[in-house]
């Protein structure tokens, strides 16, 4: 394998695998949502922080390019 075909292999290796990691955060996160509790009644402190953190999250991968 010459050079530059061995440069478009790894360039495109590496967005597929970007592709991938962008596509399992997503589904991690939308599992993740499945397993906090409702945001019905947050009295505890920790479940606040929990809700926060899950919103960020959800916010910054939902911001990454695809």
Not at 2 to 24: G, K, M, P, W
Not at 38 to 58: C, G, M
Request: proline share 2%.
């Amino acid at each position: 394998m010459d050079t530059r075909s061995r440069q478009n292999f790894d360039s495109s290796y590496r967005e597929d695998l970007s592709e991938y990691v962008a596509h399992l955060q997503l589904h991690m996160s939308l599992q993740a949502r499945n397993l906090v509790p409702t945001l019905t009644k947050t009295v505890d402190s920790r479940e606040q922080l929990l809700h926060q953190t899950q919103a960020t999250f959800e916010k910054l991968v939902s911001r990454q390019t695809l």
